[in-house]
Nanobody
Framework: QVQLVESGGGLVQAGGSLRLSCAASGRSFSSYGMGWVRRAPGKEREFVAAISKSGSSTTYTDSVKGPFTISRDNARNTVYLQMNSLKPEDTAVYYC??????????????????????WGQGTQVTVSS
């Protein structure tokens, strides 16, 4: 089992940057595929980015390709989401999620919310215009 704690959210002006962190407790962090999912006010959850357990593969939803970068440090049990060129439409609660992935090759990515086994409590990101 793993527990996830996000940090790094806040209020930023359009065009600004934020770096979200997700610290994982528990064993075998490197056996988990990780992802970021967001929920904007009045909207459904939306996949944002995912990274494979090895960190060798990443994927993004089309609207954040380029400005956002997901990365992980398995030695620190942490996954990051660097968000640049933020827009008001990026305003949402951002959730970190983990998928136990012990047996895959290390490049598998999970892009559906229902794939994930564990979730953090979320961190609010607000982008002002």
């Amino acid at each position: 089992q793993v527990q996830l704690v996000e940090s790094g959210g806040g209020l930023v002006q359009a065009g600004g940057s934020l770096r979200l962190s997700c610290a994982a407790s528990g064993r075998s962090f490197s056996s988990y595929g990780m992802g970021w999912v967001r929920r904007a006010p009045g909207k459904e959850r939306e996949f944002v980015a995912a990274i494979s357990k090895s960190g060798s593969s990443t994927t993004y939803t089309d609207s954040v390709k380029g400005p956002f970068t997901i990365s992980r440090d398995n030695a620190r049990n942490t996954v990051y989401l660097q968000m640049n060129s933020l827009k008001p439409e990026d305003t949402a609660v951002y959730y970190c999620a983990a998928k136990f992935d012990r047996y895959s090759s290390g490049t598998t990515l999970y892009t559906r919310s229902l794939d994930y086994d564990y979730w953090g409590q979320g961190t609010q990101v607000t982008v002002s215009s």
